[in-house]
Protein backbone atom coordinates (compact mmCIF):
# COMPACT_ATOMS: atom_id res chain seq x y z
CA UNK A 1 0.00 0.00 0.00
CA UNK A 2 1.34 3.44 -0.69
CA UNK A 3 2.72 4.83 2.97
CA UNK A 4 0.71 8.14 2.23
CA UNK A 5 -2.56 6.29 2.19
CA UNK A 6 -4.24 6.16 6.18
CA UNK A 7 -6.36 3.77 7.20
CA UNK A 8 -9.90 5.41 7.98
CA UNK A 9 -11.71 2.42 9.25
CA UNK A 10 -12.85 2.46 12.74
CA UNK A 11 -11.53 6.18 13.82
CA UNK A 12 -13.79 8.67 16.09
CA UNK A 13 -15.14 10.99 15.03
CA UNK A 14 -15.43 8.92 11.20
CA UNK A 15 -13.10 9.88 8.25
CA UNK A 16 -14.15 13.22 6.22
CA UNK A 17 -15.30 13.34 2.76
CA UNK A 18 -12.03 15.17 2.24
CA UNK A 19 -9.83 12.62 3.80
CA UNK A 20 -11.81 9.48 1.59
CA UNK A 21 -10.71 11.82 -1.24
CA UNK A 22 -7.38 12.03 -0.42
CA UNK A 23 -6.73 8.71 -0.57
CA UNK A 24 -8.44 7.99 -3.31
CA UNK A 25 -6.40 10.61 -5.14
CA UNK A 26 -3.29 8.94 -3.68
CA UNK A 27 -4.00 5.53 -4.75
CA UNK A 28 -4.89 6.65 -8.35
CA UNK A 29 -1.86 8.82 -8.53
CA UNK A 30 0.03 5.55 -7.57
CA UNK A 31 -1.23 2.98 -10.34
CA UNK A 32 -1.33 5.96 -12.93
CA UNK A 33 2.25 6.28 -12.32
CA UNK A 34 1.34 10.38 -12.42
CA UNK A 35 1.33 12.94 -9.84
CA UNK A 36 -0.44 15.49 -12.79
CA UNK A 37 -1.96 14.45 -15.39
CA UNK A 38 -1.72 15.75 -19.15
CA UNK A 39 -4.66 17.58 -20.26
CA UNK A 40 -5.24 14.67 -22.61
CA UNK A 41 -5.99 12.25 -19.37
CA UNK A 42 -6.69 14.70 -16.70
CA UNK A 43 -10.57 14.22 -17.30
CA UNK A 44 -10.30 9.87 -16.99
CA UNK A 45 -7.80 10.92 -14.12
CA UNK A 46 -10.79 12.71 -12.44
CA UNK A 47 -13.69 10.38 -13.27
CA UNK A 48 -10.79 7.52 -11.41
CA UNK A 49 -10.54 9.55 -8.34
CA UNK A 50 -14.21 10.22 -7.72
CA UNK A 51 -15.47 6.46 -8.32
CA UNK A 52 -12.37 5.14 -6.02
CA UNK A 53 -13.11 7.82 -3.58
CA UNK A 54 -17.40 6.79 -3.88
CA UNK A 55 -16.52 2.97 -3.57
CA UNK A 56 -14.19 3.82 -0.85
CA UNK A 57 -16.69 5.79 1.12
CA UNK A 58 -19.14 3.24 0.93
CA UNK A 59 -17.32 0.75 1.44
CA UNK A 60 -15.88 2.24 4.77
CA UNK A 61 -19.78 3.11 5.81
CA UNK A 62 -20.43 -1.19 5.23
CA UNK A 63 -17.36 -2.45 7.48
CA UNK A 64 -18.23 -3.89 11.08
CA UNK A 65 -15.82 -4.16 13.88
CA UNK A 66 -16.44 -4.97 17.43
CA UNK A 67 -13.12 -3.15 18.14
CA UNK A 68 -13.45 -0.02 20.16
CA UNK A 69 -13.14 3.42 18.03
CA UNK A 70 -9.20 4.42 17.24
CA UNK A 71 -7.98 8.17 18.84
CA UNK A 72 -6.87 9.89 16.07
CA UNK A 73 -4.31 12.04 18.44
CA UNK A 74 -3.27 8.82 20.20
CA UNK A 75 -2.96 6.96 16.36
CA UNK A 76 -0.81 10.52 15.56
CA UNK A 77 1.31 10.50 18.42
CA UNK A 78 1.92 6.84 17.69
CA UNK A 79 2.99 7.37 14.18
CA UNK A 80 5.16 10.33 15.04
CA UNK A 81 7.29 7.86 17.59
CA UNK A 82 7.64 5.31 14.90
CA UNK A 83 9.13 7.70 12.57
CA UNK A 84 11.91 9.42 15.21
CA UNK A 85 12.61 6.07 16.11
CA UNK A 86 13.15 4.74 12.60
CA UNK A 87 15.32 7.99 11.81
CA UNK A 88 17.51 7.92 14.99
CA UNK A 89 18.32 3.97 14.40
CA UNK A 90 18.83 4.18 10.88
CA UNK A 91 22.53 3.56 9.73
Known amino acids: MCRNIRQLHNFEPP ?6 RA ?6 RK ?3 STKPSQANAEAFERAVDAVAEVSAQLL ?3 V ?6 DREVEAAKAKAK ?4 ERYAA
Open 83 to 86: ARAA
Open 23 to 28: AALQYV
Open 61 to 63: SEL
Open 15 to 20: ATEDEV
Open 65 to 70: TAAPPK
Open 31 to 33: ISG
